[in-house]
């Protein structure tokens, strides 16, 4: 990935991404070519590994993968319009960009389907996501024996970290005004994410 150093984030600021973030894309190689699937990720910090799960009925956890998996997480993403510099005003040489956050992670893939492991797996994924709700939803809401019936239907995916690439490209290169500018344009279009990963990150 090609990272210029004003977009390099910091190892916690990767950590927060890694942990914070929703679905990601598996790719993988294999015999038949390249393979990709969404999947919702757990991050586990201790194991330095990404959990998450396949529908039983994807051939894609059957494929074997040629080398190691790679898995592409993504926070917040924006177009940045140039009429949002004041740079516009002063000498008019700006053009539009693309502000975003990724992580390229990259490492060994293994399958599980343990009826227990995966059962651990949708408490960890729930409960990250449930988080903060006004009546958040638990896996003991559902019949128990419903519950079992849907673990039979996935398949476990661990993805053990060896490399992390990230990037989170946030106008960090722009002057401060610019930046000003970025933040106010972007909450007029109404990307609060947006315009908080900016402020966030700014120099």
């Not at 990720?41 to 590994?49: G, I, P, Q, S, T």
């Not at 059957?62 to 000498?91: M, N, T």
């Not at 009546?135 to 559902?142: E, G, I, K, Q, Y």
């Not at 993805?159 to 970025?182: C, H, M, W, Y």
């Amino acid at each position: 990935m090609y990272v210029p150093s004003h977009f390099a984030p910091d190892e916690a600021a990767v950590d927060e991404l890694l942990t914070r973030h929703g679905a990601a894309d598996l790719v993988t190689a294999t015999p038949d070519g390249l393979r990709a699937t969404m999947l919702p990720f757990v991050y586990d910090r201790e194991r330095r590994a990404l959990l998450g799960h396949f529908a039983r009925n994807n051939d894609h956890w059957r494929q074997p993968v040629l080398g190691e998996a790679l898995v592409i997480v993504r926070g917040p993403d924006s177009y940045i319009s140039p009429s949002w510099y004041a740079s516009k005003v002063e000498h008019g040489r700006v053009v539009p960009t693309w502000n975003y956050m990724t992580a390229h992670v990259h490492g060994a893939l293994s399958v599980h389907d343990d009826v227990n492991w995966l059962a651990d797996l949708v408490r960890r994924l729930t409960e990250k996501h449930e988080a903060g709700r006004p009546m958040p939803w638990s896996v003991d809401d559902a019949p128990e024996k419903f519950v079992r019936g849907q673990l039979r239907a996935i398949v476990g995916v661990e993805v053990a970290i060896t490399r992390i690439e990230a990037k989170f490209k946030l106008s960090q290169n722009r002057p401060d005004a610019d930046i000003d500018g970025v933040i106010e344009g972007l909450q007029e279009v109404g990307d609060e994410l947006g315009a908080a990963a900016v402020r966030e990150h700014r120099p």
